[in-house]
């Protein structure tokens, strides 16, 4: 896949998902906004993507916006706005839909909807040296890539709203306390190690883990009979799959699982 801002692989069922325009920073700008959308939705529609390893080139992950597409016309914001989210959160739903498991690996600062993309992985790795910033507010913004719901699933709501309204950068390690990210590594073994972790998942049982993302991403806005029932079919989806045939015999004969992902 040839993009400008980013370089988007597939090998193995491990797509490497890298913001790749380093010199600026890695911004979501336009060109950005419209690759991103067009990279998501080619990984969604393939049939061999088994884990998606999201990570940056350069020395920011990203800063963010490009606040010099709204500085330029400044009665333009709104509509530039709505075209950009168009593409961005379109592909953020289709990474989210997919069953392939998302893992963050940030190697550098992050502001604003780097922090929001950031929030929605199923693991993140932070360097030590990463960073992470609201921004939004700096600006008079709210949130775009589901801020507000990616943050309150990682953070709690509380301690969500308050990184967005105080505009509050963390360090890595305050990250690691708030719950925005699961692994501080130093800065030279981070992306070994997130590699490692999307290796492991490359190769475990697909289907059943895009359920378990579904389940839990709707479950605090679930009654419990209906999340038990989700639970029940889900559970009998699986075990009518391969990998779970393959599971059960693996574990009645003493040895490890090989999962194909169907």
Do not use: W
């Not at 692989?9 to 906004?33: I, R, W, Y």
């Not at 306390?177 to 699961?182: E, I, N, S």
């Amino acid at each position: 896949m040839c993009f400008e801002t980013l370089d988007v692989t597939v090998e193995d069922g491990l797509a490497s998902f890298l913001l790749d325009h380093p010199d600026d920073g890695n911004p979501m700008g336009e060109t950005f906004c419209r690759e991103f959308g067009q990279a998501a939705n080619e990984l969604a529609r393939r049939g061999d993507v088994r884990a998606i390893l999201l990570h940056a080139r350069g020395r920011f992950f990203s800063v963010g916006g490009d606040v010099g597409l709204f500085s330029r016309d400044l009665d333009a914001a709104p509509a530039e706005v709505l075209n950009g989210t168009y593409d961005l959160h379109m592909g953020l739903t289709r990474l989210l839909r997919m069953d392939a498991p998302l893992i963050g690996c940030v190697q550098g600062p992050a502001a604003g909807g780097a922090v929001s993309l950031i929030s929605h992985c199923d693991l993140v790795y932070a360097s030590r040296s990463a960073r992470f910033t609201a921004a939004y507010a700096q600006l008079g913004f709210t949130g775009d890539l589901g801020a507000t719901f990616g943050l309150a699933s990682r953070m709690g709501l509380a301690r969500a709203r308050r990184f967005l309204l105080l505009n509050e950068s963390l360090d890595a390690n305050e990250a690691l306390q708030a719950g925005l990210v699961d692994h501080v590594v130093e800065d030279d073994k981070v992306l070994v190690e997130a590699t490692a972790t999307a290796e492991v998942l490359r190769n475990g049982p697909t289907r059943a883990y895009g359920d378990v993302r579904r389940l839990v991403s709707r479950a605090l806005a679930t009654p419990l009979e209906s999340q038990l029932e989700d639970e029940a079919q889900s559970l009998a989806r699986a075990a009518g799959t391969a990998d779970a045939r393959e599971g059960i015999t693996a574990f009645t004969e003493r040895r490890p699982p090989v999962f194909r992902g169907r």
